[in-house]
C-alpha cells in the first residue's frame, strides 16, 4: 500500500482494532505465545546444574553420498553422547525415506530434535526452471535510436547471469559454469529518452518521458509464462530530437524452486513435501517436534534476491500506487538511472512490496503449515551481498526460529543486533547461530574460538548455537580423517569425534546448554531504541575494517545497550510508553534514537523515513518518551511518491520543538547527552571499558540476569579467516552498577555452580558489584530477591587475587601424548581410510613449552596429558587458591589428587583451595588438540595454509594462594 495506508495502519493499531498484516505480531505479542514452540526451560539449581536437552547446541550434519541406515543411528547416538540437542540435516546429499526414517526414530529415542533443509523442503522432484510458478527474477534488453528515427528490434531473450555463488565463483570459489538459455517472459517495453549520450556508462533517463510500447509488439508468440511471449518484434519511431533508450523487460526463473513471493508458488511447495513425505515420516516428524530450515543463501530459500513474480506489477501497483514496469529501468542502477532522482525511491519501494509479499503469501502460510505437523519455522533473513534484500528486522518477527551466522555478519556483535531486536519486542526467545565458519580453516578451528565467538553473539542476543558443520563419517572418496565437503583446507571446520578436542565436548556443549538456558528467561531488557529501515545486507565480512551500522563506540563503553527498532517493531501494540519507557512489558527501552550517521546510507537513505513512522515517532515523544536526533532528521518518504515530503519534514519539525527531544551532532556526543538526562544504563561500569553486557529480567520469580563479555576487538582482525586463539589480553577488574535489587550471584557455566558474590554494595537503584573477567571471557551475574541455591560445588573465580604465588611453568613435568595419524598409508579412501591410531609418546619437561618446541612432538596432534608434583608446606590450610594454567591450546581437563575440577577454558583458571593439602599434591592437565599439525605434513591444502598451531600446556602456570594463607 502507499503511505496513507501505512497512516491507517498504525492510526487502527492505536486504536486497538485488528489490521491486516500485524495479526502476527499481535498474537506474538506475548512470551507465553513463542514458549509453545520454543519451549523455555525455568533455571533453577537442578536446571543450571544439568541442563535440558532443549537448551543444548545443534549441529548440521553433512551427508554424502552412499548414507546408511546403521551409520546414521550411530552419528545420532554420538551426537546425544556428546551433549548436543538437535541436528540439521540435507546439506549435500539428502537422505533418502529409510535413511530419514532411521534418524527420526534414533533421534526420538535419544531425545534430539531433527531438522529438515534442502531436498523437498526446497522444491518438489524434478521441478524445473520452466514451470509457471518458478521462482522469476527481472532481466532486460535494450536498444539505441535516435530521435525522428525508427527502432526496428526484435527480441531476443537475455542469458541468465552468471552464478557467481560464496568465493565469487560458482560455488565455494571454483569457475561458475556458463549460463544456458532459459524460459523468458516478455512483460513489458518501455521507450525513455536519454538526458545525456546513452552510449556508455550508466545511462541517465528522463522519466517524464516514458512511453510504453508493449502494445505495439508483433510477430509475438504465446509460449511464455500466463501465454505471454518469449519473442516478438518492435518498428516504433522515436519522437523527435535527442537519444532514446527502447528497454525491454523479461521475467525468467531465477532458480528451479516455487515462487517465494506468490501463494500459488508456497502451495506448490507444500503439496511437494506432503507427497514427499510417506506416513511414518509424517508420524515420527509429529513426535520429534523439530523444524525446517532455509539458509540464507536465496538459492537455499532464505532471503529472496529475485525481483519478479507472476502478479508483482498488480501487486505493486495496489500497494504503491502506480507503475513498477514503466518505472523498471530504475531496478538495474549499475545500466540506468533517472533525472529526477527516483530511481533509488523506486527500488526503496519495490523492497518494501517484496517484503511484504514475502511474509504475506510465503513465512507466514509456512510457519502456519509446518505448525500442523508439529515442526517450526527456522530461517536466516538477511540475504546476500546485493541491494535489494528484504528488512530482515520485519521478517525476523514473523518467524518461528530466526537465525542468524558468524561468518557473514563477520563476528561483528553489532550486526546481529536487528534481529535480537524484531525478539525481544515479540518476546520470541529462540535466536539461533550457524557458527563458526572461518575461511580456510578447517581443521585449525579451537572449541575455545567457538567459546569467543558464540560471546560475541550472545552478548547481541543469540540464544542457540548450531555447529557448522558436523560431517558424516565417510564418503567414497573421502580420505583420512574423514567425509567433509568443504575439504581439508576449508571455510568451515568439521566437528565431531575424529578430532582429538572433541574429547572435550560435552565440557564445552554443557557450557554454551547453560548459558543459552540462562539468556532464554525471562524478557530481555535493552537501554536505547535505534530506529533502523534498511533493505541491505552489506555482508559485514567483505567490508574492509569492518561494519558497523552504529559506528561509534562510546555508547557500548558507557555501558549503553542497543536495539534496532523499525517501522514495522515501532507498530506494534506492545510499543507504547509508559512513564517515559517505550515497551516497558518487553525490553523498557529508555530512548529512541534517530541516528544520521548510521550506515549503511542506503537502500534507504538514513534522512528517510515513512511518513506513519514519523508520526508514530512524534506519538512516542508525546506521550513522554525522551528523542534523540543525531545529525540531520529524516525530511521525506523513502518512496516514489513524494507528497508526503513536507508532512515528513513537518512532523519532525514539531518533533524537534518537544522538550523531550534532543539533537545531538554525532553518535559520540550520545552518552554523555543521557548520563546528563539521568538516563543510565542498566549495567554501567564506574569508567568507560570494553566490557558488553544483556540483561533479561524474570519479574515473576524476581531476578534479573546478566551476562557480560570482556570484549577485545571491535572488528576482529583478518576476518573472514581469523582464529580467536589464543585469546586477547585486556582483563577487566573494575566495578559496575546493576539495575534492579537483591543479592548477586555468580552463575559458573562450565561448572553449573551458584555462588553468592562477595564484596558487593547496595546503592541508590542498584548493586554495585567488582567483577574479574579475563580477555574474551564472559560471566553471568544473577541478582535476585530471594536466596539461589546450588546443586553443584564448583571452582568458580570471581576476584583477582591477592596472595602469594608459586610458579609451576619451570617444574618438573611429565607428558604422556597420544599421537593421532591416519591407520592405513595417507590417501586410502572410504570407511577403511576414517581409522585412526594413537600412538603413545612419552617425553619428560623440565619447563613447559609448546609442542612445537619439543622434539619429536612439531608434527603431532592428539591428547597429551601432563603430570606435577606441588609440594606444600606442613602448615598448609585450606583456603582459596586460584591455579591459572595461562596458555593451553586447545581443550583441557583439570586433576588435583585425582579429583576433576571444573575449570574455565578461556581464563585457563579455578579455584583449588579445596582438593589442595599439605605434601605432596599431584596437579594433571590433560591437553586435546586439533588435526591442523599431523594434517599439514599430511595434506597439501593444509599444508599451503602454513599454520602450525603451538599446541599443549604453555603456561605460565601459576598457583595464587588467598590473602591469609
Not at 553486557?693 to 557480560?708: C, I, K, M, N, P
Not at 583478518?718 to 537483591?742: C, I, R, S
Amino acid at each position: 500500500m502507499g503511505s496513507g495506508y501505512m497512516g491507517l495502519r498504525f492510526a487502527l493499531l492505536g486504536l486497538g482494532v485488528w489490521v491486516p498484516g500485524v495479526a502476527m505480531a499481535q498474537a506474538a505479542g506475548t512470551n507465553q505465545g513463542w514458549t509453545r514452540w520454543n519451549p523455555v526451560t525455568p533455571l533453577t539449581a537442578q536446571s543450571f546444574a544439568h541442563p535440558s536437552m532443549s537448551d543444548r547446541p545443534w549441529v548440521r550434519m553433512n551427508t554424502p553420498d552412499g548414507l546408511t541406515s546403521d551409520e546414521l543411528k550411530a552419528e545420532v547416538d554420538a551426537m546425544a553422547t556428546a551433549g548436543i540437542g538437535g541436528v540439521e540435516i540435507g546439506q549435500g546429499t539428502f537422505p533418502a525415506t529409510p535413511q530419514l526414517i532411521a534418524i527420526l526414530q534414533e533421534a526420538n529415542r535419544k531425545g534430539l530434535k531433527v531438522s529438515l533443509s534442502h531436498g523437498a523442503t526446497t522444491a518438489p522432484k524434478g521441478y524445473s526452471l520452466d514451470e509457471e510458478n518458478v521462482r522469476k527474477t527481472l532481466l532486460f534488453t535494450a536498444s539505441d535510436v535516435k530521435g525522428g528515427l525508427t527502432a526496428d528490434v526484435t527480441f531476443k531473450a537475455p542469458l541468465p547471469p552468471v552464478n557467481r555463488g560464496f568465493g565469487g565463483g560458482g560455488g565455494g570459489g571454483r569457475p561458475a559454469p556458463a549460463p544456458q538459455p532459459r524460459r523468458s517472459t516478455l512483460i513489458a517495453v518501455m521507450a525513455y529518452k536519454c538526458v545525456s549520450s546513452c552510449e556508455s556508462g550508466v545511462a541517465t533517463l528522463d522519466f517524464s518521458s516514458a512511453v510504453d510500447v508493449t502494445s505495439q509488439i508483433t510477430a509475438k508468440d504465446a509460449a511464455g509464462v500466463g501465454g505471454g511471449p518469449t519473442t516478438g518484434k518492435l518498428a516504433w519511431k522515436a519522437p523527435d530530437g535527442g537519444d532514446w533508450k527502447v528497454v525491454a523487460f523479461w521475467s525468467q526463473g531465477a532458480n528451479a524452486q516455487p515462487d517465494l513471493f506468490s501463494k500459488a508458488g508456497t502451495d506448490e511447495l507444500i503439496r511437494g513435501m506432503e507427497a514427499d513425505w510417506t506416513p511414518d515420516v509424517k508420524a515420527l516428524l509429529k513426535a520429534n517436534g523439530g523444524d525446517i530450515f532455509y539458509d540464507s543463501h536465496s538459492a537455499d530459500r532464505g532471503s529472496p534476491t529475485e525481483l519478479w513474480t507472476n502478479n508483482m506489477e498488480a501487486e505493486f501497483k495496489a500497494r504503491r500506487g502506480y507503475s513498477l514496469l514503466q518505472s523498471a529501468a530504475a531496478l538495474f542502477p549499475q545500466n540506468f538511472t533517472f533525472s529526477d532522482g527516483s530511481a533509488e525511491r523506486v527500488r526503496n519501494d519495490l523492497n518494501a512490496v517484496r517484503t511484504q509479499l514475502w511474509i504475506e503469501n510465503h513465512l507466514k502460510p509456512m510457519r502456519a503449515w509446518v505448525h500442523g505437523y508439529n515442526l517450526r519455522l527456522r530461517l536466516q533473513p538477511y540475504g546476500e551481498v546485493v541491494a535489494a534484500t528484504p528488512d530482515e528486522i520485519e521478517a525476523a518477527s514473523v518467524l518461528d526460529r530466526p537465525e542468524t551466522e558468524s561468518l557473514f555478519f563477520g563476528d561483528e556483535v553489532d550486526s546481529f543486533l536487528p534481529i535480537a531486536a524484531a525478539n525481544h519486542m515479540t518476546g520470541n526467545t529462540w535466536y539461533s547461530t550457524e557458527c563458526c565458519a572461518a575461511v580456510s580453516k578447517a581443521y585449525a578451528q579451537t572449541f575455545q574460538d567457538a567459546v569467543i565467538r558464540m560471546h560475541r553473539e550472545y552478548v547481541a542476543g543469540v540464544t542457540k548455537l548450531v555447529y557448522h558443520v558436523y560431517p558424516y563419517r565417510d564418503a567414497k572418496d573421502s580420505k583420512w580423517p574423514g567425509y567433509h565437503s568443504f575439504g581439508s583446507a576449508g571455510f568451515s571446520n568439521a566437528w565431531g569425534p575424529r578430532n582429538p578436542n572433541w574429547i572435550d565436548a560435552t565440557t564445552y556443549n554443557d557450557y554454551f546448554a547453560r548459558t543459552q538456558q540462562v539468556l532464554t528467561q525471562g524478557t530481555a531488557k535493552v537501554d536505547v531504541a535505534v530506529y533502523m529501515l534498511s533493505y541491505t545486507f552489506p555482508q559485514p565480512m567483505q567490508v574492509k575494517g569492518g561494519f558497523h551500522i552504529w559506528p561509534d563506540t562510546k555508547l557500548q563503553e558507557a555501558g549503553f545497550t542497543r536495539d534496532y527498532l523499525d517501522p514495522a517493531l515501532l507498530a506494534m501494540p506492545s510499543a507504547t510508553v509508559t512513564n517515559h519507557v517505550l515497551a516497558a512489558n518487553k525490553p523498557a527501552y529508555k530512548v529512541l534514537i534517530l541516528d544520521g550517521e548510521q550506515q549503511p546510507n542506503a537502500n534507504p537513505e538514513r534522512d528517510a523515513m515513512p511518513l506513519a513512522a514519523a508520526q508514530r515517532i512524534l506519538a512516542l515523544a508525546k506521550a513522554g518518551l525522551p528523542v534523540v536526533v543525531v545529525g540531520k532528521a529524516p525530511d521525506h518518504v523513502p518512496g516514489r511518491d513524494t507528497k508526503d515530503d513536507a508532512a515528513v519534514k513537518s512532523t519532525m519539525d514539531a518533533l524537534m520543538q518537544l522538550k523531550n527531544v534532543h539533537r545531538v551532532s554525532h553518535e559520540g556526543d550520545v552518552p554523555a547527552l543521557l548520563l546528563s538526562l539521568g538516563i543510565h544504563p542498566s549495567a554501567e561500569p564506574e569508567a568507560p571499558s570494553q566490557v558488553l553486557s544483556l540483561r533479561r529480567e524474570d519479574a515473576a520469580r524476581g531476578v534479573q540476569y546478566y551476562f557480560f563479555y570482556n570484549q577485545q576487538e571491535v572488528t576482529p582482525a583478518g576476518e573472514p579467516a581469523n582464529l580467536f586463539e589464543p585469546a586477547g589480553t585486556k582483563v577487566f577488574d573494575g566495578k559496575v552498577t546493576l539495575h534492579g535489587q537483591g543479592k548477586p550471584y555468580a552463575l559458573d557455566a562450565w561448572s553449573g555452580a551458584i555462588v553468592p558474590l562477595k564484596g558487593f554494595e547496595t546503592v541508590e537503584g542498584g548493586v554495585r558489584v567488582p567483577l574479574h573477567i579475563a580477555a574474551d571471557d564472559a560471566v553471568v551475574i544473577a541478582l535476585s530477591k530471594t536466596p539461589l541455591t546450588s546443586a553443584v560445588v564448583g571452582a568458580v573465580v570471581t576476584a583477582a587475587g591477592s596472595g602469594k604465588t608459586m610458579d609451576l611453568t619451570g617444574a618438573r613435568w611429565h607428558l604422556a601424548v597420544e599421537d593421532w595419524k591416519p591407520a592405513v598409508k595417507y590417501g586410502a579412501t572410504g570407511a577403511e581410510a576414517t581409522q585412526t591410531s594413537k600412538d603413545a609418546i612419552p617425553v619428560e619437561l623440565e619447563g613447559l613449552k609448546s609442542w612445537k618446541q619439543i622434539p619429536g612432538l612439531a608434527d603431532v596432534s592428539g591428547v597429551g596429558t601432563y603430570t606435577t608434583t606441588l609440594n606444600l608446606p606442613n602448615d598448609w590450610k585450606s583456603g582459596s587458591s586460584v591455579l591459572r594454567l595461562g596458555e593451553v591450546m586447545d581443550s583441557f581437563q583439570l586433576k588435583v589428587n585425582g579429583k576433576l575440577v571444573p575449570v574455565n577454558q578461556i581464563s585457563a583458571s579455578a579455584d583449588v583451595g579445596k582438593y589442595l593439602h599439605a605434601g605432596a599434591n599431584t596437579i594433571e592437565v590433560r591437553v586435546a588438540t586439533t588435526l591442523n599439525n599431523r594434517l599439514s605434513q599430511l595434506d597439501a591444502d593444509v599444508r599451503k595454509r602454513k599454520i602450525v598451531q603451538e599446541y599443549g600446556l604453555i603456561g605460565p602456570v601459576v598457583l595464587q594462594t588467598s590473602a591469609q594463607q
